[in-house]
């Protein structure tokens, strides 16, 4: 059924991304640099049509934040790497790096709670 679900959704998905966000936050660009060195330290596992994953990109976007994303629907070492760090496939996930430690933080909201916190508001 979800993928029922997802495969109906994926036009609107398609079109949100098309239709984008725009960024909400400017920076100057030291501490855009700043912000850009710690994404480093994340990464984002998703696949484009799920809705949960459309929202984090789409604050990671209003956030101005370059995140590097991973397909796990496209790529199986991605959901491989994923399931092995994380424990579990569910996305969205994102892989947080700090102190020499891996965290692995799924569900949306809190993935955007966290950003927002670090990043944002």
Known sequence: MTSLVQTLLAPL????????????ISRDP????????????????????????V?????ITRL???????????DPEHRRALIEGGGKGQVPC????ENGETRWLYES????AYLRRRFGE
Do not use: H, M
Not at 55 to 59: F, P
């Open 13 to 24: 998905t398609w079109l949100s991304r098309k239709l984008g966000t725009a960024p909400e």
């Open 30 to 53: 030291a501490a855009q640099a700043e912000a850009d060195r710690a994404c480093e330290a994340l990464t984002l596992y998703q696949f484009w049509s799920c809705p949960y994953c």
């Open 55 to 59: 929202r984090v990109r789409r604050e």
């Open 64 to 74: 101005a934040l370059n995140i590097e994303i991973r397909d796990t629907r496209l």
């Open 94 to 97: 994102l892989r947080i790096e």
């Open 109 to 112: 909201s809190a993935i955007i």
